[in-house]
């Protein structure tokens, strides 16, 4: 999420994380400063509802690049532990 967010608002989501990490859920949290709520999403052309919203390209790339390393992280050894349970 973005600092600038004001829809899941950067200080709730910490709260929220604190609390799970203390019931011993692992996390890894990013936040990028001056980013808005949807900084992935470019706006449809001429409908803007909310303008607090804003596209950061550099930002999206970075965060699509975070999750494709978190799903090889995660989601390939399992996937080759099924494949080997399965043999």
């Known amino acids: 999420g973005g600092e600038a ?16 990490e203390r019931a011993g859920v692992k996390l890894e949290t ?19 509802p909310f303008q607090r919203f804003r596209f950061d390209g550099a930002a999206t790339a970075e965060a699509q690049g975070r999750m494709q390393g978190f799903l090889k992280k ?3 050894p399992l996937r080759e532990k099924v ?3 399965d043999g």
Do not use: I, Y
């Open 5 to 20: 967010d004001r829809v899941a608002q950067p200080n709730l989501c910490r709260r929220a994380f604190r609390t799970a």
């Open 30 to 48: 990013w936040f990028v400063p001056e980013a808005t709520h949807a900084f992935d999403e470019k706006p449809d052309v001429g409908f803007q």
């Open 74 to 76: 995660v989601l390939l």
């Open 83 to 85: 494949a080997r349970s």
